[in-house]
């Protein structure tokens, strides 16, 4: 019934056919994304449709990769949707079921796509926990969160006993790093 997505790079085909088929099977689809993006093909084959479509943030990136459907999947992860990032780089995506999780991606989206970009959000989230199949999950968002996450993940760096394994494409932060070199 719903499908709110969040783009940085759009450009895989089979994606953006997905997204117009849904809006024609009757799906309220509604979508945010990168100003400077907008020119691009993907984004440009999106606005023809007319699938409400927000973009904003001039003066840095709208960089949030994740979908919400039906109010209980959350679609996200370090991806773009394009054929680089799907079929050749190296990213994660998850699909998660959780109505609370999805409510709390929903209230961020609603932010872009009524216009609140970088700076000008603010925190919506409530409920940073989530408990999903007995599983314990934090969920941050920046730039409002930003540096609680990041102290997180130096207090969790910090507490570590047997092993720290990670993923990135590049970071900067020399407390992070600190972290790492004395664990």
Same mark, same amino acid.
């Given at each position: 019934?719903?499908?709110?997505?969040?783009?940085?790079? $759009?450009?895989?085909?089979?994606?953006i056919?997905?997204i117009?088929?849904a809006?024609?099977?009757?799906?309220?689809?509604?979508?945010?994304?990168?100003v400077?993006? &907008?020119?691009?093909?993907?984004?440009?084959?999106?606005?023809?449709?007319?699938?409400?479509?927000?973009?904003?943030?001039p &003066?840095?990136?709208?960089?949030?990769?994740?979908?919400?459907?039906?109010?209980?999947?959350?679609?996200?992860?370090?991806?773009n949707?394009?054929?680089?990032? $799907?079929?050749?780089?190296?990213?994660?995506?998850a699909?998660?079921?959780?109505?609370?999780?999805?409510?709390?991606?929903?209230?961020?989206?609603?932010?872009?796509?009524?216009?609140?970009?970088?700076?000008?959000?603010?925190?919506?989230?409530?409920?940073?926990?989530?408990?999903?199949?007995?599983?314990? $999950?934090?969920?941050?968002f &920046?730039?409002?969160?930003?540096?609680?996450s990041?102290?997180?993940?130096?207090?969790?760096v910090?507490q570590?006993?047997?092993?720290?394994?990670?993923?990135?494409?590049?970071y900067?932060?020399?407390? $992070?790093?600190?972290?790492?070199?004395?664990?």
């Amino acid at each position: 019934s719903t499908l709110d997505v969040a783009v940085y790079n $759009l450009g895989r085909q089979n994606i953006i056919d997905a997204i117009i088929n849904a809006r024609n099977r009757g799906v309220r689809v509604r979508m945010v994304g990168d100003v400077d993006e &907008s020119v691009t093909q993907g984004y440009q084959i999106i606005f023809r449709t007319n699938i409400p479509f927000s973009v904003g943030n001039p &003066s840095g990136i709208q960089h949030n990769k994740f979908a919400i459907a039906d109010g209980r999947f959350v679609i996200m992860g370090t991806g773009n949707l394009t054929d680089t990032d $799907l079929m050749m780089n190296n990213n994660n995506f998850a699909i998660i079921e959780s109505v609370s999780l999805a409510n709390s991606y929903t209230k961020e989206f609603e932010q872009m796509f009524y216009g609140k970009y970088a700076a000008k959000k603010s925190p919506r989230v409530t409920n940073r926990n989530h408990r999903i199949n007995f599983t314990d $999950l934090e969920l941050y968002f &920046s730039p409002y969160d930003g540096e609680d996450s990041m102290n997180r993940m130096i207090e969790l760096v910090n507490q570590a006993k047997r092993e720290i394994n990670y993923m990135i494409f590049a970071y900067t932060h020399d407390e $992070l790093t600190s972290a790492l070199i004395r664990a």
